[in-house]
């Protein structure tokens, strides 16, 4: 197999992407941005995924009229579009919540800004979860390659549709009819409403961790809070690992170590603490050892950190399991 080179010439003339702002490509939101996305469609339909087309101005609600309303190819539904080249804010996303509900067959809702703010990002995850609606959130900028025309970079923040599956699939029906499946749905609704996805899948791997690993997990359930342990048992005595709540935190829980040997002895929970005080961003004082110190679970999106922490209760499994 041959392998080609480029010359040093074709080196030399490779241009470099620059960003263009905004305002010098379109100066105007309504009057050119607008009218430009209008004809070009076929770039906002790419970056979403699915074909948007007949997009027209004219539709108005009371007061307020809408950027554009188009028409997605598939389903035959309205899409709502809200233009903003500038950072997202409270005023437009409350424009885009009443366009939603004010023109008729309309399901999705597409917000372009310049810059997204997590409040807002947060904001349009907790809509996709919590109406019958599709919210899509992108990001525009503009680039060039030298003294080319500029072009339009369309980045999609949220996925509507992407964001209802996730939702779904850890919602969904998938164990039996029982107690524990209730509140194991009732603990990712709410992880899910207070943290978003990102700690979701991290609880998941703790979650799938103490059923491999633990003989069984309870379940809490309460109108604040939910949470989850894994639980072992020996010599008729049941012993809780840890606890991880709907906060998006894991709590180690020393207080009721300390009254169920081995951990009753003081060195054995200072070994435990020491262990976990080895995992990066764990930083547990001495006095924890009597208390129920917690940390935010999203430092086990580092797979190493997570196997630690799997290897460290793993060891104390095995130092319950040995007493005769």
Request: glycine share 4%; proline share 3%; with cysteine.
């Amino acid at each position: 197999m041959s392998t080609e080179f480029l010359s040093d010439s074709s080196i030399s003339n490779i241009g470099r992407l620059q960003s263009v702002p905004l305002r010098q490509v379109w100066k105007h939101e309504a009057h050119d941005f607008t009218p430009w996305l209008q004809e070009n469609l076929d770039v906002l339909s790419e970056a979403v995924g699915f074909s948007i087309f007949d997009a027209r101005r004219e539709c108005s609600t009371g007061s307020f009229s809408v950027d554009l309303v188009a028409r997605e190819e598939t389903s035959d539904y309205l899409v709502v579009i809200e233009n903003q080249l500038c950072p997202s804010d409270h005023d437009h996303l409350g424009k885009l919540i009443t366009y939603l509900t004010a023109v008729e067959e309309a399901l999705t809702a597409i917000w372009i800004v310049s810059h997204a703010r997590e409040e807002h990002v947060e904001a349009v995850k907790w809509l996709n979860r919590s109406t019958q609606n599709y919210f899509y959130l992108l990001q525009i900028e503009a680039v060039r390659i030298g003294n080319s025309e500029p072009a339009p970079i369309l980045k999609v923040l949220i996925d509507g549709e992407q964001e209802k599956q996730i939702y779904q699939e850890l919602t969904e029906d998938a164990w039996e009819d029982d107690e524990d499946h209730y509140r194991r749905k009732a603990f990712f609704e709410m992880l899910l409403g207070r943290k978003g996805k990102h700690h979701c899948i991290l609880a998941q791997k703790l979650l799938d961790w103490s059923e491999t690993s633990a003989d069984w997990v309870w379940w809490g359930k309460g109108e604040k809070r939910c949470s989850f342990i894994p639980m072992i048992r020996h010599n008729d005595i049941s012993h809780q690992l840890f606890v991880v709540w709907t906060s998006g935190r894991i709590e180690f829980c020393f207080r009721w170590y300390k009254s169920k040997f081995p951990f009753n002895a003081e060195e054995k929970r200072l070994a435990l603490l020491h262990k976990l005080n080895q995992i990066p961003s764990v930083e547990l004082s001495e006095d924890a050892i009597t208390g129920a110190p917690s940390v935010d679970i999203g430092i086990f999106e580092d797979e190493a950190c997570l196997n630690q922490l799997a290897e460290i209760f793993s060891w104390f499994v095995q130092e319950v399991r040995q007493i005769e």
